[in-house]
Structures are given as C-alpha cells and as structure tokens.
C-alpha cells in the first residue's frame, strides 16, 4: 500500500512529501471485505455492469446486485434500502455509482423521464442521515452526461493494469 511506498521517498530526501505521523489520522482500509458499492445503470445498453461489478469485489468490495433501469420511485427505495444493509456500520468505505446516458452534472435522468438531483443522493449519505456511515469514506461516481461516457475506458485501463491516453480527434 501507500504506506509501504512512502518511506522509502521520506527517508532518501531532505525534502519529504509526507510526514509517517500524516497517517495517523488517514482512514484505514485493511479488512479483507472494504465496503459495500451500490451500483444504479440508467442506459440503453449496461454492457458494462458486470465488469464494474468484478473489479469491485476483486478489490475487496461486497457489491449488491447492480439495479438497471429503475424509476425515480424505485431509486428512492434502493437507495434507503441500501443504506439500510446489515453490517454497513463496519464498512470501511462506501462507493456510489450511478451512469446515465441523459443527464447533467447536476441531475440525471431515471427511466421513468424524472430528473434526480445528484447533490440530493449525496445527501442521503451525510453523516446526519446515514448514521451506520458517520466517519467512513464515501466516493460518489456519477457519469451521467449525455451521449459522453468515460467510465468504459476507465474500467479497461484499470483492468489491463495500463495507463493509456484518451484518444482526441486528429485535426
């Protein structure tokens, strides 16, 4: 991990990146099982669900059965159901995707035409209404915009173990 990487930076410079006491308060993320992912697909084609789903539990991950698809009445019910799973108390962090193909950076579309607000999911998971998480980490994904989707590539560089550039148009 990064702990075992930086020593070896702060003790061959006089300038360090990082102190060793830095870390004393960092999250920890040591368990074998690292947290539970929701995962909530709004497109035409979710081709991408179960590779999404894979590289999380390889990590580590408990991933519920991704949702596709679903209407604003039914995130709503995910959503709280989720923040509800046994055990989530003891997760060591908490990861929220959602993709969708129509959308905004501010709202996404579910499959019943009715915008969602992307600020509004996150705060079903602050510290006040999610007391099971209060102190753990949460990454929120959101690749909602319209007809642009970077997750995909993402997903097979991350899998292929490579960095690769992100192709632009030739001029």
Known sequence: GIIEILPSLMDNSDERICRREDFNNAYTNMSEKQ?????????QLNEHMDEL??????????????????TYEETEKAIADFIETPGLEHANACIVIIMSDSGHKEYFETSDKIKMDTDGIVN???????HKL???PKIFI??????????PECL??????????RKTKKE
């Open 124 to 130: 079903k998971f602050n510290n006040r209404r999610c």
């Open 53 to 70: 789903k894979k590289l999380f539990e390889k990590m580590g991950y408990m991933v519920p059965e991704p949702h596709c698809n679903m």
């Open 134 to 136: 209060v102190g753990t």
């Open 156 to 165: 097979s560089t991350v899998q292929s173990g490579h960095k690769s550039g």
């Open 35 to 43: 947290g539970l992912v929701f995962i909530a697909l709004y497109r």
């Open 142 to 151: 959101f690749d909602c915009y319209r007809n642009v989707s970077v997750l």
